[in-house]
């Protein structure tokens, strides 16, 4: 799908990935609702963003499972380093 979820302050917004233009939230449904509790902070993409230019691809998909399933950036990346030192 194009687009990505992502909370603001006052909500969810979809995030157009080619675009960047946001779009207003839909009317809250079991899905949304789903979305929101998965969605990741805009200060932690940005984080996420920069953090890419030092890990692998791989590195970086653990990461964003484990924040999607609620961990902090920080518990995400020791789950990551410690999975990639497995194998």
Known sequence: MPYQTI??????KNV????????????????????????????????????????????MKIMREEMKKGASFDKAHKKAMKDEKKK
């Open 16 to 59: 157009n990935k080619k675009t960047g233009k946001a779009t207003s939230k839909k009317p809250m449904t079991k899905d949304n609702a789903e979305k929101q509790k998965k969605a990741i902070a805009i200060s932690e993409s940005e984080r996420l963003k920069e953090h890419s230019k030092h890990h692998t691809a791989k590195h």
């Open 7 to 12: 909370k603001v302050k006052s909500g969810v």
